[in-house]
C-alpha cells in the first residue's frame, strides 16, 4: 500500500473523512436499472423529505429538490438507473471497497454507476443552504430523463457538476461531442487549482472526452456551464463493479470545494447545438423512455453483463496506462449503449486508437 493510501486509510479510521459510510452503502443497496429506477425514486424522496428538502418528480420519473433561495442555483446530478439486473442483493465492505453479493452467493453489479453520485448529491444537499439537485431515469439508454428535463427548474441554475466518470481523476471537458465548459472562462479559472489540489495525478492537459452522460444532455439544452467528474467506481456495467470508499470521498470533498468557490452565479456558456433538439427529437426520446419501462431492462440487462468478458479482453491486451484501458473500456460501453439507444442522426465512430470519437452523420 502506498503511503497516501495509507494515510487515507488511518484518517477513516479516526473519522476525519468527511463520508458518512453507512448512508452510502444504504443509497447503493438500493436495486435500480434503466425502465425501473422505482426503488432508488423513493429511497431519495423519502430521504428528501426527511430533510424536508423541498422535490418533486416529474412525469418521467426525474427527481427535482431545491433547497433555499438563490438568484442562480448550483445544480448536481446523477443518474437513478443503472444497467444491471434488477435482483435483490446486499452491499459488503472489505478494506474500503465496497461489492454486491446476491441471494446466489455471488457477485453482482453494486451499481456505484451512478448511485454513488447520488450519494455524493445527497450530502452535498445536507451540507449547503442554497442548492439543486436532479436526479434523472435512464441515463443508460441515451440520457433520456435529462433529455426530457424540466425548462422550468433549469431557468435559475447557473452551473450543474454531474459525479459520474470512474475512479478518482477523470475530468470530463468533452461528453458526447459536446464541450461542457470552456477553459478560457472564470468557471475554468475557479474549478482546475480545486482538481489540481484534490484529484491524485489530475492535470489539465489531461481532461477527457467521454462518452455521454446527463450533463452532456443538458449542455444541449441550456447555456450555462457544466461539469462531470469521477465519483469512485470501478469495472462499470459488469458484475465485477465495486465502489471505493476512499474515492467517493475523494469527489465529495472536491465537490464541497468546488461549489464553495463557484458560489451562486451563472457561468454562462451558450448550449451546444450539434444536436437538433426539436418537438420529434423528444417524441422519439419519449417513446424510448415508455418502451424501456415496458421492459423494466429486465431483457437488456444481463445483456449488457455479457460483454464484460470482451471488456477483460481488450484490458488485458493493451499495454497502457490505467487511463487508456478505460477509455477502451467505456467505447465498449458507448457501442452497447450505441447498439441500444441509436438515433438516426447519430453515426458512431470506434475505431480512431483509444480515444473515443462521436461524428454527426
Ligand atoms: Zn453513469
Redesign the pocket.
Known amino acids: 500500500m502506498d503511503t497516501p493510501t495509507a494515510l487515507l486509510i488511518l484518517m477513516l479510521k479516526m473519522n476525519f473523512l468527511m463520508i458518512n459510510i453507512n448512508r452510502l452503502i444504504e443509497t447503493l443497496s438500493n436495486p435500480t436499472v434503466y425502465g425501473a429506477e422505482d426503488r432508488m425514486r423513493d429511497y431519495i424522496v423519502n430521504s428528501l423529505n426527511e430533510r424536508n428538502i423541498p422535490n418533486y418528480v416529474d412525469k418521467y420519473g426525474n427527481v427535482y429538490a431545491v433547497k433555499g433561495n438563490a438568484d442562480y442555483f448550483p445544480c448536481v446530478v446523477a443518474?437513478i438507473d443503472t444497467v444491471h439486473p434488477l435482483e435483490e442483493f446486499t452491499v459488503h465492505e472489505d478494506s474500503y471497497i465496497l461489492t454486491a453479493i446476491n441471494k446466489h452467493g455471488e457477485q453482482t453489479g453494486i451499481g456505484g454507476?451512478?448511485k454513488a453520485g447520488v450519494f455524493v448529491c445527497l450530502e452535498l444537499l445536507d451540507r449547503f443552504e442554497n442548492i439543486k439537485a436532479a436526479f434523472f431515469v435512464s441515463?443508460?439508454v441515451g440520457c433520456l430523463g435529462s433529455y426530457l428535463s424540466d425548462s422550468e427548474f433549469f431557468e435559475n441554475v447557473g452551473y450543474a457538476i454531474q459525479f459520474?466518470a470512474p475512479f478518482n481523476n477523470w475530468v470530463s471537458h468533452y461528453s458526447d461531442g459536446v464541450k461542457l465548459f470552456s477553459t478560457d472562462s472564470e468557471f475554468f479559472e475557479k474549478i482546475n487549482p480545486i482538481f489540481e489540489e484534490c484529484l491524485p495525478n489530475y492535470s489539465s492537459n489531461n481532461l477527457g472526452n467521454h462518452p455521454y452522460?446527463d450533463v452532456s444532455a443538458l449542455k444541449s439544452l441550456y447555456d450555462f456551464s457544466c461539469l462531470n467528474y469521477s465519483v469512485g467506481y470501478y469495472n462499470?456495467h459488469s458484475k465485477h463493479e465495486y465502489v471505493s470508499i476512499l474515492d467517493v470521498d475523494i469527489c465529495l470533498t472536491t465537490a464541497v470545494k468546488l461549489i464553495e468557490s463557484l458560489g451562486q452565479k451563472l457561468y454562462f456558456l451558450p448550449k451546444d447545438n450539434r444536436r437538433l433538439i426539436n418537438e420529434s427529437f423528444k417524441r422519439n426520446i419519449e417513446n424510448r423512455l415508455n418502451s424501456y419501462k415496458t421492459k423494466r431492462g429486465s431483457i437488456w440487462a444481463p445483456f449488457l453483463l455479457r460483454f464484460y468478458p470482451i471488456q477483460l479482453r481488450l484490458s488485458e491486451t493493451i499495454d497502457t496506462e490505467a487511463n487508456d484501458i478505460l477509455n477502451f473500456d467505456y467505447t465498449i460501453e458507448t457501442v452497447v449503449n450505441h447498439f441500444l439507444s441509436v438515433t438516426s442522426h447519430d453515426t458512431f465512430n470506434w475505431s480512431e486508437g483509444k480515444r473515443i470519437v462521436h461524428c454527426r452523420g
Open positions: 443518474h454507476d451512478d441515463e443508460e459520474d452522460t462499470m
